[in-house]
């Protein structure tokens, strides 16, 4: 098993910066690679960006540019950088771990809110 621990959600104003982290515990050998998604009210859950084991990163069209994934192994943590924030970006953000070919083990979920 694997636990996910996320921090950093909040409020900011359109134009601002959030980091988000997460804490990953338990059998974290088992990953492979680490996510975050995000869910705002009335929509599908949808992929943010992603980093893999071996530091590969891929991120969803909307965000490229802004935000920015990475990993501090040491810590076993992952981070998502957030600038230049737009409302739409307002959702909550899930942080995610990938043990097999599917995202198995999910956080608790801080909300983003962006204010215009």
């Known amino acids: 098993q694997v636990q996910l621990v996320e921090s950093g959600g909040g409020l900011v104003q359109a134009g601002g910066s959030l980091r988000l982290s997460c804490a990953a515990s338990?059998?974290?050998?088992?990953?492979?690679?680490m996510g975050w998604y995000r869910q705002a009210p009335g929509k599908q859950r949808e992929l943010v960006a992603a980093i893999t084991s071996g530091g590969s990163t891929n991120y969803a069209d909307s965000v490229k540019g802004r935000f920015t994934i990475t990993r501090d192994n040491a810590k076993n943590t992952v981070y998502l950088q957030m600038n230049s924030l737009k409302p739409e970006d307002t959702a909550v953000y899930y942080c995610a771990a990938k043990a097999s070919r599917d995202y198995d083990y999910w956080g608790q979920g801080p909300q983003v809110t962006v204010s215009s």
């Open positions: 338990g059998s974290i050998f088992s990953i492979n690679a």
